[in-house]
């Protein structure tokens, strides 16, 4: 197999690939991008289905308190120098104006990904980009790639591995690098679905309510405490808060709700022991507590049989969930190299390969911080594979 040889070479054509490419551009560097998918960022245009939310309005020692994971140090630095300011700017320059949502999640004002990915492709012209090359692992210091020409063996001056995490597989982040990388002697975190629903096995009662939202609830995990909206779906339950306590479910905390966050325990009590008359149990809680269906409803599937005194249950309803969902469904994976493995980017056992954004081991919330940091870090590592290899 013949070698061929180029300057930079960044496998993954994710947000933090991107990022790592155009750094080393305007480095002066001849950059050859590969990707293994038919194009480049399906993830981020996945994202961007939803209302992409790039990165999140808040005081840089709060936005970077939201990581976890043995790299959240290394992560936070990289944020540090590209941050939520940096984001908004750079979106700006690339022609996209942002907007800051409710509770500080900034937006494109177009809401998707494709007006902005298309306008950073454009800035990246100087990127050779090779599609449809998957990375299939090492031969010494060459990467192999399978292609549609067949087999193709490339060396490199300096290599930045963006492949991303595990979830969501077939947008292109499958994780078949991990034993590539583990027989080189890099610590790899096994990966976890992050920000992902619960299965709940329903009762039969519970099929009206697929779909409703339940709005203004408080959850309550571990020492995580969330107010917010999740969905009650034929799965299980979703949406923000629940992600939100996801963490803290993976690492085995029981979930409880208090589906009465505006009232303490003994408001609760006291609204409950108004007379019931004829009322039923249901049409009592929607009167005295302005419960709505949705939240009777789980009262009803995971407090019977009901206790005399309803408050406490109400205050802090324990859910009788399965588990997360798979990783498939996950919006990010907690996970991945670990920061034994690294000296800042770099890692220790292939010293001329760099890594970034999610396959690194670190995780955080919904609200912006994923993308940030995999912006953060393509940007970061490529800064740092400049100076370390330089020449
Ligand atoms: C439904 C959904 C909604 C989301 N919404 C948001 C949001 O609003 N805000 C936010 O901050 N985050 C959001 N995220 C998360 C965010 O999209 C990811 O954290 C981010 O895309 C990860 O970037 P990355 O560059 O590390 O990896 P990825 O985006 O996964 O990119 C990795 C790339 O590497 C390629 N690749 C993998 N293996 C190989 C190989 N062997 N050879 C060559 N190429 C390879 C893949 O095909 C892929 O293109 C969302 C995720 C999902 C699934």
């Known amino acids: 197999m013949e070698t061929e040889r180029v300057q930079s070479l960044v496998v993954g054509g994710g947000p933090a690939g991107l990022m790592a490419a155009g750094e080393l551009a305007r480095a002066g560097q001849s950059v050859v991008l590969t990707e293994a998918k038919p194009t480049v960022a399906r993830k981020f245009l996945?994202?961007?289905?939803?209302?992409?939310?790039?990165?999140?309005?808040?005081?840089?020692?709060?936005?970077?308190?939201?990581?976890?994971?043995?790299?959240?140090?290394?992560?936070?630095?990289?944020?540090?120098?590209?941050?939520?300011?940096?984001?908004?700017?750079?979106?700006?320059?690339?022609?996209?104006?942002?907007?800051?949502?409710?509770?500080?999640?900034?937006?494109?004002?177009?809401?998707?990904?494709?007006?902005?990915?298309?306008?950073?492709?454009?800035?990246?012209?100087?990127?050779?980009?090779?599609?449809?090359?998957?990375?299939?692992?090492?031969?010494?210091?060459?990467?192999?790639?399978?292609?549609?020409?067949?087999?193709?063996?490339?060396?490199?001056?300096r290599v930045v591995l963006a492949l991303g995490g595990a979830s969501w597989p077939r947008l292109g982040s499958d994780a078949a690098w991990v034993p590539w990388l583990a027989a080189r002697g890099v610590e790899i975190a096994p990966f976890a679905p992050a920000n992902v629903g619960l299965s709940v096995p329903w009762s039969g009662h519970m099929e009206k309510h697929f779909g409703k939202p339940?709005?203004?609830?408080?959850?309550?995990?571990?020492?995580?405490?969330?107010?917010?909206?999740?969905?009650?779906?034929?799965?299980?339950?979703?949406?923000?808060?629940?992600?939100?306590?996801?963490?803290?479910?993976?690492?085995?905390?029981?979930?409880?709700?208090?589906?009465?966050?505006?009232?303490?325990?003994?408001?609760?009590?006291?609204?409950?022991?108004?007379?019931?008359?004829?009322?039923?149990?249901?049409?009592?809680?929607?009167?005295?507590?302005?419960?709505?269906?949705?939240?009777?409803a789980l009262i009803m599937e995971w407090a019977r049989p009901l206790p005399d005194d309803l408050a406490p249950v109400i205050k802090s309803l324990p859910v009788r969930h399965k588990g997360p969902r798979p990783m498939s469904e996950a919006i990010s994976s907690a996970g991945g190299i670990t920061a034994a493995a690294l000296t800042g980017f770099r890692l220790r056992a292939v010293p001329h390969v760099f890594v970034a954004g999610e396959m690194l081991d670190w995780e955080a919330p919904t609200g912006g911080y994923l993308i940030t940091a995999c912006l953060a870090t393509g940007r970061a590592a490529a800064i740092q594979a400049m100076r370390d290899r330089a020449g």
């Open 214 to 296: 339940v709005k203004a609830a408080r959850l309550m995990a571990g020492e995580t405490r969330v107010r917010g909206e999740f969905v009650v779906s034929s799965r299980g339950l979703e949406g923000s808060a629940i992600y939100a306590v996801s963490r803290a479910v993976r690492e085995g905390a029981p979930l409880t709700l208090d589906l009465c966050p505006d009232w303490d325990l003994d408001e609760v009590t006291r609204r409950l022991t108004r007379p019931r008359g004829k009322s039923t149990v249901a049409n009592h809680l929607r009167k005295v507590l302005n419960l709505d269906p949705v939240r009777i």
């Open 46 to 157: 996945m994202a961007g289905k939803s209302g992409l939310n790039l990165t999140k309005d808040e005081p840089g020692d709060v936005f970077r308190r939201a990581f976890h994971g043995s790299c959240a140090g290394l992560v936070e630095h990289a944020v540090a120098d590209f941050g939520p300011d940096e984001v908004a700017h750079w979106t700006n320059t690339l022609g996209q104006e942002v907007f800051t949502g409710s509770s500080g999640r900034v937006f494109p004002v177009s809401m998707k990904g494709s007006p902005l990915l298309r306008a950073w492709l454009s800035d990246l012209d100087a990127v050779a980009f090779r599609t449809r090359w998957r990375w299939a692992g090492f031969d010494e210091d060459a990467l192999i790639f399978e292609t549609p020409s067949g087999k193709r063996r490339v060396v490199a001056e």
